[in-house]
């Protein structure tokens, strides 16, 4: 079974400085990767994903990811953080085709 | 509806009251998916109905937890003489199909048991 880690609960970051929020998962077989946003007291979004093709993904609100195969890594990128984009990421890994498979979450903290 | 539709939005109840939380999906959407979300931890996946039937109800905690969903559509979860350790906030999602892996969610409902 696939496992998902998000190595850091929390990521505190000045607005306007790049950020990255890292996730591994477990299997090195065709996985399809995603991130999903939680702003406080709401539901998640999709924020991006990778099904196949280029390994760097363009999501929503500026952000991106890099699917990296040989590392089995799917980090999260923002060159300019903003205040707005205080929020809990989670990195899911499909699992069947039904089934995601999440990692615990990063906090991500905007320092004015 | 435009959104998935979950309540009520905050539950406050007594242990050992019975609940019922309600998830109205995304018209068409014939995945349906159940998460609960504690303080501090991720998501752990509860129960997943493909139309009205329910091929992985795994993730129930116990037999005080049960779900339906009826039409194809609106989904109940039930939790019966609720315990402290089910205060959380609960996650409805639905899907049109897994292929895409968009799940699109609700925005909770939080559950209080004093």
């Known amino acids: 079974a696939q496992s998902v880690t998000q190595l850091d609960s929390q990521v505190p970051v000045f607005e306007e400085a790049p950020v990255e929020l890292r996730c591994n998962y477990s299997?090195?077989?065709?996985?399809?990767l995603f991130w999903y946003v939680q702003y406080p007291n709401q539901g998640l979004q999709l924020l991006l994903k990778?099904?196949?093709?280029s390994t760097l993904v363009k999501g929503i609100n500026g952000f991106e990811a890099e699917f990296n195969k040989s590392q089995t890594s799917f980090h999260l990128r923002k060159p300019s953080v903003h205040i707005s984009d205080t929020a809990e990421y989670f990195c899911?890994?499909?699992?069947?085709?039904?089934?995601?498979?999440w990692g615990a979450g990063t906090k991500l903290i905007i320092k004015p | 509806g435009a959104g998935v539709s979950q309540s009520p939005s905050n539950k406050v109840t007594e242990k050992g009251k019975d609940v019922e939380l309600r998830c109205d999906p995304i018209?068409?959407?014939?995945?349906l998916y159940w998460y609960r979300q504690s303080l501090g931890q991720g998501l752990e996946f509860l129960i997943y109905?493909?139309?009205?039937?329910?091929?992985?109800k795994s993730g129930l905690p116990s037999d005080r937890f049960s779900a339906e969903r009826t039409g194809g559509s609106v989904s109940t979860l039930t939790i019966q003489r609720t315990q402290q350790e089910d205060s959380a906030v609960y996650l409805c999602?639905?899907?049109?199909?897994?292929?895409?892996?968009?799940?699109?969610f609700g925005e909770g409902s939080r559950l209080t048991v004093l």
């Open positions: 999602a639905s899907s049109a199909g897994l292929n895409t892996g968009e799940l699109f």
């Open positions: 018209s068409g959407h014939t995945a």
């Open positions: 109905f493909q139309g009205n039937s329910a091929p992985d």
């Open positions: 299997s090195s077989v065709s996985v399809y």
């Open positions: 990778y099904l196949s093709g």
């Open positions: 899911a890994v499909r699992e069947s085709n039904y089934q995601l498979i």
